[in-house]
């Protein structure tokens, strides 16, 4: 078993609403496009606001867009 | 890279290469006279105002958007500026209470100023490291908003 971490399927719901980009999405929610790409790549841990204002924009259920569970880190 | 990452580097560069002069110089020069401690120190100081606000100020012409910052920018400058506390508190003891019991003079002034460029030079570092590996989250780690 992994390590505990913060999880997102934020770059599978940018593709499913039409291919949203990552500034478009940091825009909406007031981060930068950096801030948003840190995001998916597990870089930063977003507060709470931000992870409720991102499930919002996608119109999902927080625990849709954020999972915290096991992974395998090398 | 975003603006603050781009401001923490020219921070970063600039600190390490004036202070690594100075200090240099000071090594060098050994027991010198009041003014010629005071030129060093003023030459460096000067150095430094002129090449960070250059290019803080290029910088922020190009990137005016990101200049407030976010809450990730916050956070990375939160983190990086509570370890340099850390480290400048330390280093200020040591020379308020344990140095003027054996050294006295430009040492004491040189250690203050070694101290408060150990503490800023770190926080730039860390605000860098930050920006491009994140936080290694682990038991003992607070988070991001910890």
Not at chain 1, 8 to 25: C, D, G, H
Not at chain 2, 71 to 78: H, M, T, V
Request: one cysteine or more; charged letters at 20%; glycine letters at 6%.
């Amino acid at each position: 078993m992994g390590e505990r971490r913060l999880t997102n399927s934020i770059r599978t719901m940018r593709f499913m609403a039409s291919e949203m980009t990552q500034a478009e999405l940091g825009e909406r929610i007031g981060v930068t496009r950096q801030t948003i790409a840190a995001i998916e790549a597990g870089k930063y841990s977003p507060t709470l606001e931000a992870a409720f204002r991102i499930a919002e924009v996608f119109g999902k259920p927080l625990e849709e867009v954020f999972q915290w569970g096991y992974v395998d880190v090398a | 890279m975003v603006a603050r990452e781009q401001f923490a580097w020219v921070w970063l560069l600039t600190l390490v290469a004036t202070y690594a002069v100075y200090f240099t110089a000071v090594v060098l020069t050994g027991e010198t006279t009041f003014w010629t401690q005071i030129i060093m120190f003023a030459a460096t100081a000067i150095v430094q105002v002129v090449i960070i606000a250059v290019a803080s100020a290029m910088i922020a012409l190009r990137r005016r958007n990101e200049l407030s910052g976010d809450e990730r920018d916050l956070a990375i400058e939160q983190r990086a500026t509570a370890v340099a506390y850390n480290i400048l508190v330390t280093g200020i003891v040591l020379v308020g209470c344990v140095l003027p019991f054996t050294q006295s003079g430009w040492k004491l002034f040189n250690a203050a100023v070694f101290a408060i460029a150990l503490a800023e030079i770190v926080r730039h570092g860390l605000i860098i490291v930050m920006y491009r590996k994140g936080l290694k989250e682990s038991k003992a780690s607070r988070g991001w908003h910890g």
